[in-house]
């Protein structure tokens, strides 16, 4: 079974880790050496504590400074290292010969994603229903997130992202956090963790949705009768800067960006909706809460006074059947 997780952008400690030389080689390999160095089927050295599960922050933040500089050669190569990719996620779902991939996977999907764009989505929706890879379906999520062009994507086969057991010492959580939790919550009629991601003013509304019925017969009117087992939506935070990218863009390294006392308080973002094949379903103004979380970082709660409105909208979005995407 696959049990690499993705790794979302970490605090800088102090420090500023060289991967200019990591680079460089990278980008002289072929897609197939690319992927034997993600995946540690090549001499590279596998970083201490990973086979005992022990990571402290600053060896996730080597590990992901010089996998995100090999996955991003390997998108530099373009559809021509798409071939090597396949035969890499074959392994992955135990379809095809070779080693079954263990480490490096989260880092093979985003980069196949970053290549084929929309055609990525019915593989990764695939494996996104496949019991053996569990572990992976967030990164799946933000995977299609970034084949569809996307801030994030939310499928009802996910776990949530604290179920994932990354603790939150190493990254500093963003709206996306909030939203990927009120909507995951939300489709999984998970009334507690639902009323955990408001903030004051949506939690009032819902108390008000509440008020003389129960959390099934308030769901039942806002949930489309006709849905089936297979929900799932996407959705675009119209903002500049990293809160509009998804969890890992490919784009940018760890240690750049991490001034967040410039980062706005109880922002109001307007926001494009898709259905989970990636068609627009819709837009709305999603205002957050900011609150604090551990480590007095922010932490960030879904706080529209008009809920059921929201609601409404990604219930439909989340249970709609459209056409594929197409760019």
């Known amino acids: 079974m696959f049990h690499a997780i993705g790794f979302?952008?970490?605090?800088?400690?102090?420090?500023?880790?060289?991967?200019?030389a990591t680079a460089s080689a990278a980008r002289e390999k072929s897609a197939a050496d690319l992927i034997r160095d993600l995946t540690y089927q090549s001499d590279r050295p596998k970083p201490p504590g990973m086979l005992s599960g022990v990571l402290t922050c600053g060896t996730l933040m080597g590990r992901v400074e010089e996998d995100r500089a090999l996955a991003s050669s390997l998108v530099k190569l373009g559809s021509s290292a798409v071939p090597d990719l396949e035969q890499a996620l074959d392994s992955m779902e135990g379809l095809g010969p070779g080693p079954q991939i263990a480490y490096g996977g989260t880092w093979l999907l985003y980069a196949y994603a970053a290549i084929?764009?929309?055609?990525?989505?019915?593989?990764?929706?695939?494996?996104?229903?496949?019991?053996?890879?569990?572990?992976?379906?967030?990164?799946?999520?933000?995977?299609?997130?970034?084949?569809?062009?996307?801030?994030?994507?939310?499928d009802g086969y996910r776990q949530s992202y604290e179920a994932l057991g990354s603790g939150?010492?190493?990254?500093?959580?963003?709206?996306?956090?909030?939203?990927?939790?009120?909507?995951?919550?939300?489709?999984?009629?998970?009334?507690?963790?639902?009323?955990e991601s408001l903030g004051s003013n949506a939690k009032g509304d819902l108390e008000k949705l509440?008020?003389?019925?129960?959390?099934?017969?308030?769901?039942?009117?806002?949930?489309?009768?006709?849905?089936?087992?297979?929900?799932?939506?996407?959705?675009r935070l119209k903002i500049p800067g990293r809160w509009s990218e998804p969890w890992e863009s490919l784009k940018r390294s760890t240690t750049d960006d991490r001034d967040i006392s410039r980062d706005p308080k109880d922002p109001e973002i307007d926001t494009d909706f898709t259905n989970r094949s990636g068609s627009a379903c819709g837009a709305r103004r999603v205002k957050f809460k900011t609150g604090v979380d551990i480590g007095s970082l922010p932490r960030y709660f879904v706080d529209n006074s008009d809920l059921a409105d929201l609601l409404r909208l990604i219930s439909s979005?989340?249970?709609?059947v459209g056409p594929h995407h197409r760019r």
Not at 212 to 220: D, F, I, S, V, Y
């Open 8 to 20: 979302p952008r970490l605090l800088t400690l102090g420090f500023v880790l060289a991967v200019s």
């Open 116 to 154: 084929a764009g929309p055609a990525a989505y019915p593989r990764l929706r695939r494996m996104t229903r496949n019991p053996e890879l569990q572990a992976t379906r967030f990164v799946l999520d933000q995977s299609v997130a970034i084949s569809f062009g996307l801030t994030s994507y939310v």
């Open 168 to 195: 939150p010492a190493c990254f500093v959580k963003e709206p996306r956090d909030a939203l990927d939790d009120a909507i995951l919550t939300w489709v999984k009629n998970d009334q507690a963790g639902f009323q």
């Open 210 to 235: 509440l008020k003389g019925r129960t959390w099934a017969q308030m769901r039942a009117e806002l949930w489309p009768r006709s849905a089936g087992p297979e929900v799932g939506l996407g959705y």
């Open 317 to 320: 979005c989340a249970t709609q």
